[in-house]
């Protein structure tokens, strides 16, 4: 049987539901034998390839992340989203209460260590008005809730998508 | 004729980054940037919130060093209740800070550098990577992950959680160790301290073998900031400031964290989301400064336990009496910190009140402002909060480790791209392009805590002629 491959992406988040995903330990041993990791911010291939399973950690916030998403729907044959932020826009949706104006400010302006320059805007892609989560813009087929989700959560759906065979008991711990 | 190349992600590094670099006429590497193209926002989004509440809501800045974010902000709300947590808080939060360095710096070598220094600059970037590291050296690579787990199983145990636990509150902890978990971590120090014994192994045999290389490698001078001990020893939970210059003058000694905004202070570029800390005395770009496991070794005067001081006096003799400058001694001084770690676990598991009831000073009062600073894995981290009279969040401010960095890592790429981007008739070599990558790498920056501002960072190399117009960009696939 032809390994299966797999593609991780990681938007607007933190980054811990791909450390959740490095906590499988050594059990990435054994999942290096079901499969190859074809794209991911662990490895050094920088464009998305046609793949098996694609997994989304982070909300959508600026342009680039939109792009990033669209690309991996389109060459991925199953889609989850990993996590909270790109499940329900967790964290980075707070920002949606305020304009980005005003979230630059403080950040590049008004912060009390600040002494040069202006908000950056060469080079770096453009917010969207509003971070929304990854369902607002594609079809997502699977969701691995929690912020981050368990690596016991995280392996029972990549297994079974894997191997075709359902979980028995789902494992989904908010600890 | 003149180019830019775009190298875009930057990939094997925590976060979202681009690097481009610009050529002059005759077609040799002018200048090289790198930047950041994330921001999330969180001084913003985080006011009008109750004080208590920032532990658990910055540490979701970054979810590779979670527990820095988690414990400079508790110190930051400890200051604003005007309390010291009790002697068994304080020891835990310590030893869950150094479970945090071990994984970190564990995560940084084995699963994200070393497939450069094993597998080579020049290997296929399909396999060039941890998994690629399984297939080559199975054991090598098991024993990495098993040491990144003694990290996370130490922040589980006392923080509930691997990733964001939820433990510290402002005056102390929300939860004793258990007996069997101190048991059971002192169970793994044998092994966590011969596995870094071997990657130390690993990084000397290779500065043996490309010494020339390793030695001129994104190496200048600079200045180096770092907590120390009153002592002026290795320290990374609290302690005094201490910024040296390039020959190592002590600039500043034994400072007040508090009163960081008096000498540092930062500037943003147009082209980055990461902004650009410097020393304030000496202006921006001149004050740029250096952060983490190669700034605190070359600051501190001593390290404070036995075998990661042995192995430090080996360090200081690639300085030759001054700082360790090279970009890739990052490596060695990040291991040789794991010692430091790990022995450091080992005494306060064996402290009689670690396992204490006595978990929370008590306090009624809300301060107007309190500011929390900590050495995160890759430098210091500054959490300072202003709140009103009810304790709601009026002002956040946020220096964290990769921003001082930034005008290092910048000058790092320029450096190799001099050194290694020909373009000659063959035209741009992928690893060429991994060479500058590398030289980020070296510096670990966790683009997630940097752009909790609002950002990301990829890593695209582009090439500008001198008038800056766009001639090439490289992405590999
Ligand atoms: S869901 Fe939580 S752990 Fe995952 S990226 Fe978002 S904040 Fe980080």
Known sequence: MAKKRIATVWLCGCSGCHMSFLDLDEKLIDLAALADIVASPVADVKEIPECDIGLVEGAIANEENLHVLQELRAKAKVLVSLGDCAGFGCIPMLRNQFKNEEVLDRAYVLAESNALGSVPDQEVPALLPKVRPIHEYVEVDAWIPGCPPSPEAIWQAVSALLTGKPAEEPVLSYD | ?477
């Open chain 2, 1 to 477: 004729m003149s180019r830019v190349i775009k190298i875009d992600p930057v990939t094997r590094v925590e976060g979202h980054g681009r690097v481009t670099i610009h050529l002059d006429d005759a077609g040799h590497v002018a200048d090289a940037r790198f930047h950041v193209v994330e921001f999330r926002g969180f001084e913003k989004f985080c006011e009008g919130r109750h004080f208590s509440e920032m532990p658990t809501l910055t540490e979701r800045i970054c979810g590779i060093c979670p527990v820095s974010h988690h414990l400079a902000s508790a110190k930051a709300v400890d200051a604003i209740c005007g309390v010291q947590p009790t002697p068994t808080a304080r020891m835990l939060r310590e030893l869950m800070h150094m479970g945090q360095m071990i994984q970190s710096h564990a995560l940084s070598f084995f699963h994200l550098s070393s497939p450069d220094l094993l597998l080579g600059f020049d290997s296929d970037p399909a396999t060039r990577n941890v998994f690629g590291l399984i297939a080559a050296n199975p054991e090598l690579a098991r024993k990495g992950i098993r040491l990144r787990k003694y990290g996370q199983q130490i922040i589980a145990a006392v923080g509930g959680r691997k990733i964001h636990p939820d433990v510290c509150v402002p005056g102390g902890m929300n939860r004793a160790l258990d007996p069997e978990d101190r048991g059971a971590l002192l169970a793994g120090v044998e092994e966590a301290l011969a596995t870094t014994r071997l990657g130390i192994r690993v990084i000397l045999d290779y500065y043996a073998k490309n010494e020339k290389f390793v030695r001129t490698f994104a190496s200048f001078p600079s200045n180096y900031m770092s907590l120390v001990t009153p002592e002026g020893n290795l320290e990374h939970y609290d302690g005094l400031l201490r910024m040296i210059g390039p020959d190592g003058t002590r600039l500043e000694d034994f400072y007040d964290p508090a009163s960081y905004l008096s000498f540092i202070a930062e500037a943003t570029e147009d082209w980055s989301y990461l902004k650009f800390p410097f020393y304030r005395p000496q202006g921006y770009p001149d004050g740029s400064y250096r952060v983490g496991p190669l700034a605190r070794l070359n600051a501190c005067d001593a390290a404070g336990t036995p075998e990661a001081q042995k192995e430090l006096d080996k360090f200081r003799k690639l300085g030759g009496g001054k700082p360790v400058e090279g970009s890739l001694y990052y490596h060695y001084a990040r291991l040789i910190e794991v010692l430091f770690g790990i022995e450091r676990v080992q005494q306060l598991l064996n402290h009689p009140d670690i396992c204490g009831q006595e978990l929370i000073a008590e306090s009624t009062q809300i301060l107007p402002e309190g500011v929390g600073v900590i050495e995160a894995p890759r430098g210091t981290l500054f959490h300072h909060y202003m709140v009103d009279e009810g304790g709601a969040i009026e002002r956040v401010n946020l220096i964290v480790a990769s921003g001082q960095n930034n005008a290092a890592m910048n000058r790092a790429v320029t450096a190799v791209a001099k050194q290694y981007v020909k373009v000659n008739g063959k035209g741009l070599q992928e690893g060429m392009l991994n060479k500058v990558e590398a030289a980020i790498r070296c510096y670990d920056p966790c683009l997630s805590c940097s752009t909790h501002a609002v950002g990301q960072m990829p890593l695209v190399v582009e090439m500008f002629d001198c008038e800056g117009q766009l001639l090439d960009r490289l992405e590999r696939d």
